[in-house]
T-cell receptor, first 116, second 109 residues
Framework: NAGVMQNPRHLVRRRGQEARLRCSPMKGHSHVYWYRQLPEEGLKFMVYLQKENIIDESGMPKERFSAEFPKEGPSILRIQQVVRGDSAAYFC??????????????FGEGSRLTVL | KNEVEQSPQNLTAQEGEFITINCSYSVGISALHWLQQHPGGGIVSLFMLSSGKKKHGRLIATINIQEKHSSLHITASHPRDSAVYICAVKRDTGNQFYFGTGTSLTVIP
C-alpha cells in the first residue's frame, strides 16, 4: 500500500529551463494538493486538483506555472522558464474525501528544486 | 495576517521535559492536523482532530473548537522528537487547507 509518491526527489535546473514534478496519490485517492515550501518558511498552498479538473488554483502564480491531474497517470506540476526564486521544496498531498467530510491528508516526500 | 498562527516558533528542551506547542486559527474548520517534518525530510501526519483529544504514545493533541485553539503535547521528550511541528486546518467551506509556519523543536540529550 504505497503512500504518496513524488519524483524526482531532487531536481536541478538552470534559469530558463522547464521543471516537471510528478505526484502519484495514494491508491483510492482522487484529490491532490500541491504546496510550496520556501527555505525557512511554511507550506503555501498552490493548487488543488481532482481527476481531470483543477478545483482551486488560487495559490499558483498565473504565469509559468501549470498543473494537471489526468485521468490516467500522475499529477504534474510544471514550471516553465524557471528563475532562482522558484528554488523550493514542492510537496504533494492526497486525500480520499472532500466537501464536508474531514479528508485525512497524506504527504509525499517532496521534490526539491534548485535553480542555478 | 495568517489564518493559522503557531507558538512558539522555536523551542529548545532538555530530554525528558514536557513540551507544549500551540496553534490558533481564525477560520471555520472541519478538521485540524498536526504534522511533523524532520530536516530535509517529508511530512508525516501525526493527528487529525475535529473535537476533543487524541493520544498516540507520548503525543497528545487537544482542540477547543469554541476558542479556535489546539495544542500538541509531548511527554518525556526525546532527541528523536526534534523536528518541525506544523498545524494545518481544513476549511469548513471548500477543500482548502491552511498551514502554520511551524514550530522548530530541538530536544537536547
Amino acid at each position: 500500500n504505497a503512500g504518496v509518491m513524488q519524483n524526482p526527489r531532487h531536481l536541478v535546473r538552470r534559469r530558463g529551463q522547464e521543471a516537471r514534478l510528478r505526484c502519484s496519490p495514494m491508491k483510492g485517492h482522487s484529490h491532490v494538493y500541491w504546496y510550496r515550501q520556501l527555505p525557512e518558511e511554511g507550506l503555501k498552498f498552490m493548487v488543488y486538483l481532482q481527476k481531470e479538473n483543477i478545483i482551486d488554483e488560487s495559490g499558483m502564480p498565473k504565469e509559468r506555472f501549470s498543473a494537471e491531474f489526468p485521468k490516467e497517470g500522475p499529477s504534474i506540476l510544471r514550471i516553465q522558464q524557471v528563475v532562482r526564486g522558484d528554488s523550493a521544496a514542492y510537496f504533494c498531498a492526497s486525500s480520499r474525501n472532500a466537501g464536508t467530510s474531514t479528508g485525512e491528508l497524506f504527504f509525499g516526500e517532496g521534490s526539491r528544486l534548485t535553480v542555478l | 495576517k495568517n489564518e493559522v498562527e503557531q507558538s512558539p516558533q522555536n523551542l529548545t528542551a532538555q530530554e525528558g521535559e514536557f513540551i507544549t506547542i500551540n496553534c490558533s486559527y481564525s477560520v471555520g474548520i472541519s478538521a485540524l492536523h498536526w504534522l511533523q517534518q524532520h530536516p530535509g525530510g517529508g511530512i508525516v501526519s501525526l493527528f487529525m482532530l475535529s473535537s476533543g483529544k487524541k493520544k498516540h504514545g507520548r503525543l497528545i493533541a487537544t482542540i477547543n473548537i469554541q476558542e479556535k485553539h489546539s495544542s500538541l503535547h509531548i511527554t518525556a521528550s526525546h532527541p528523536r522528537d526534534s523536528a518541525v511541528y506544523i498545524c494545518a486546518v481544513k476549511r469548513d467551506t471548500g477543500n482548502q487547507f491552511y498551514f502554520g509556519t511551524g514550530t522548530s523543536l530541538t530536544v537536547i540529550p
